[in-house]
């Protein structure tokens, strides 16, 4: 946003700050948006406020309690879907429909009115509330539920192809909205007489749309037959996959439903096949890590260790350490789950638990074919880990990934699986463990003067930051169109390295626990941690300290501070 909300309703004399500060807390304790906090409060009337927030969003704000919409303006939008997603036609000019909406993220249901409407472009203008839901009651009223039953008619009574193009059309609507998103995934959610669809982007869910109940049946359906799952079974996990094609881009999809009380939930991960892979200077390492790790990706044996929770960005640096190696003399062969880029020069082998081609199995076959290199996607259970350690002794470098912490849990997970300690210190090189924090939007972030708790909070020295004359530049969010209003666009990844030196082989020959070895590791430089590389990237302008420490954790601070951190 070009300027807070609470800021101009005070500029302009219709809050005070007293008032604007008893808004904020019932916002953050209520979970509300700042304008909901507002208008329940009684503090400000509603269209004063949503005058403000079409403001701030840089938007138009357009009063329905005025005039009357033309029928002919009107009739663009369907009755069904007008209701559905709360949005009302206001004026078309120029080849463009002009939308009211209530929240400045319904402008994504702007993107499907243009699909479902064909050439017409649409632009969307601020609201509130009531009167917009006055003014879509006034102008489709009875014919709504009339639009929606013969709408459904067309979607579950017909048998022929056209009569499932409703549907069809909403499923390729949903899967078209995630990409020009960069969604990573789709969450599919019946419940409470709705179906929820949200995106996850940058990492967070956003709501995308609602539906009607009676969509669910349908749209399930639907997916079901695109991921190859049995139709008919609704009381069992099911995992399948969709191959897309949608504006000239493969896409994979793996879809994963969990039956709930309210009907089935399925989530879908996307991986749009079409974007280029990350070289290992792209990865967003510092010059000493990338150091390390090209070091430690050139050994001619042992194991180097990728760790962090799923969606952490794995995949992606083992790629990247796998294109530096891929010369024509040497061998790379990779077992995966699934194969997710298909990368020229390496031998890739999907996983297949159905027909019994298991990490192990593949691994003790690859073994066979003489190679130098080798990726495990996972180490999952003690027989795959043993024949990796095994290939990592007798002259093969093993990539891999584990689902820990950190770094120094790697080491203790192995040893969880059962691999005794002295091959877990005589094979493992080196552990990279990772996370994925937003990237500050280029557009709209500002530079800012930070806090002595903020300084303190990653762990950098606040003499020589707050010093006059420093180079060091925090920046913080503000929002914007580009950014849709988060103030962030994209990821990067904060890494911690851990090289096994002599004393930490000792330590895992002997057992110690991870504590000890996270503490032995610090004091004597083999390990940096994921908040040094937070601290770099922040003073760099790259992200904010409250992204770093949403995901690194604010462990160590008082209740004080954390209070005036999320502030």
Known sequence: MSQDL?????????????????????QRNG?????????????????????????????????????KVADAVVAQVPADFATEQGIMPVMEKGGRLIVAIDDPFKRIVADQLQFLLGELEVSCAIAAPSALKAAIATAYGAGVEDAVAESMGAV??????????????????IFRQALDQRASDIHVEPGHGRVRVRYRVDGLL???????????????????????????????????????????????????????????????????????????????????????????????????????????????????????????????????????????????????PRIGLSFSRILKAMLRCAPNVILVGEIRDLETAEIAIQAALTGHLVFSTLHTNDAPSALTRLADLGVKPFLVSASVQGVLAQRLVRRLCADCAE????????????????????????DVRFKRPRGCRSCEGSGYQGRVALYELMSMDNTIRDMTFRGASQGDVRRTAEASGALRGLIEDGARKVSEGVTSVTEVLRVVGTEGLSPEEEASLSA
């Open 6 to 26: 609470g800021e101009i309703l005070v500029a302009s004399g219709a809050l005070q700050e007293v008032d604007l500060q008893r808004a904020r807390a019932h």
């Open 31 to 67: 979970g509300v948006a700042l304008e909901e906090a507002l208008a329940s409060l009684g503090l400000v009337d509603e269209p004063t406020v949503y005058r403000a927030l079409a403001k701030s969003e840089g938007m138009p704000f357009v009063d329905l309690s005025k005039g």
């Open 447 to 470: 530079e800012y003067a930070p806090s002595v708790v903020e300084v303190n909070a990653l762990g950098l020295d606040p003499d020589t930051v707050l010093a006059a004359g420093s």
């Open 156 to 173: 579950t009574d017909g048998d022929d192809e056209d009569s499932d193009a409703p549907i069809i059309r909403l499923v390729t609507s």
């Open 206 to 352: 956003r709501d995308a749309a609602e539906h009607p109940d009676h969509l669910s049946a349908p749209l399930m359906s639907r997916l079901k037959i695109m991921a190859r799952m049995d139709i008919a079974e609704k009381r069992k996990p099911q995992d399948g996959r969709i191959g897309l094609k949608l504006g000239g881009r493969d896409v994979d999809v793996r879809a994963s439903i969990l039956p709930s009380n309210h009907g089935e939930t399925m989530v879908m991960r996307l991986l749009d096949r079409g974007k280029s892979l990350l070289g290992l200077g792209d990865l967003g390492l510092g010059i000493d890590d990338q150091r390390w790790f090209g070091k430690m990706i050139t050994r001619p044996n042992g194991i180097v260790l990728v760790t962090g929770p799923t969606g952490s960005g794995k995949t992606t640096t083992l790629y990247a350490a796998l294109q530096e190696l891929n010369r024509a003399d040497v061998k790379i062969i990779t077992a995966e789950d699934p194969v997710e880029y298909h990368i020229r020069g390496i031998n890739q082998v999907q996983v297949e």
